[in-house]
């Protein structure tokens, strides 16, 4: 098996995802081949152990030509493998005294409105300067092991470039009754996107099962069958330029599922990516709208969380908080304006 047969490569894991993989591949040739599966590849790829071939096969991250490997005894094939490599796991995080706009905090629960830019808990690609580091070195031992050691008190979370408003919890009270209060979907969560052109229908309900794509594993994809069921519900508030062809929109979504990417990809699927997106734009907005976008700062996708509303699950309080648009924002958002 000579190095000149072998074509691999390794595919980075995004910051933000959770379920993240980092991605191997590589061609077996016919000289490859007969060999037992686990063996060969194990023999090819140093870095992995045989037992670690195993494993991987075991749990369906191996796929040969798009098919999936499920008996690590089986013959090696000639062909091009695909590895799906779960990330390690994510060390303890540390405090670090980082600045938070706390909008509302007692003894059981803290809300804070999340600037873009940072990741709500470590991940692969951002084990610091994390929501979680800032929470540990905020809330003190209060934190520590709510929910689990990597990510203390977070019962859940928005885009690292998405900004606004994040509950988390301080003890198990309130982390066991607002996970049910999410899981119920009995949240108030109302999102603002800015997007490039604007919906055929100025108002609807977006529908269709999310789950990550098959052709990137850093983006997710509506799907016809799996994944998980996904609604947004979306009005828009506002047109940019001329009706009858908009060049951007102001648009309100509520959330009654909450997937990864959600709003991002049910956006880009009626046609009005959110502005800046750099997963979900699928093409340039118009000149007009990039000089806004440039004078304005905007380096993220534009998705502000500006509402999030629920019952206190400890003291039945009804809250409700409001997060006005960011700087790069509300300043693009003026800038569209005068189109």
Known sequence: MSSEDLRAA????????????????LTLTPQDAGARIDKTLADLLPEMSRARVQALIAQGRVSRDGTPVTDASAKAQAGDYRFEIPPPEAAEPVPEAIALKVLFEDAHLI?????????????????????????????????????????????????????????????????????????????????????RGAPRSL???????????????????LVKSGGRHAITHYVTERVFGRAEKPLAARVACTLETGRTHQIRVHLASIGAPCLGDPAYGSGPPAEKVRAAMAEAGLKRQALHAAVLGFRHPVTGETLRFESPLPPDMATLQGLLADL
């Open 10 to 25: 390794s595919v980075d894991p995004p910051d933000e995802e959770e379920d993240a993989f980092a991605l191997r591949l």
């Open 111 to 195: 809300v804070v409105d999340k600037p873009a830019g940072m990741a709500v808990h470590p991940a692969p690609g951002s084990t610091h300067g994390t929501l979680v580091n800032a929470l540990l070195h905020h809330c003190g031992a209060s934190l520590s092991g709510i929910g689990g050691v990597a990510r203390p008190g977070i019962v859940h979370r928005i885009d690292k470039d998405t900004s606004g408003i994040v509950v988390a919890a301080k003890t198990d009270a309130a982390h066991q009754g607002l996970s049910a209060l999410f899981a119920a979907h009995d949240i108030d969560r109302l999102y603002i996107a800015l997007t």
């Open 203 to 221: 108002s609807g309900t977006i529908e269709g099962a999310i789950a990550r794509s098959s052709a990137d594993r850093k983006k997710m994809a």
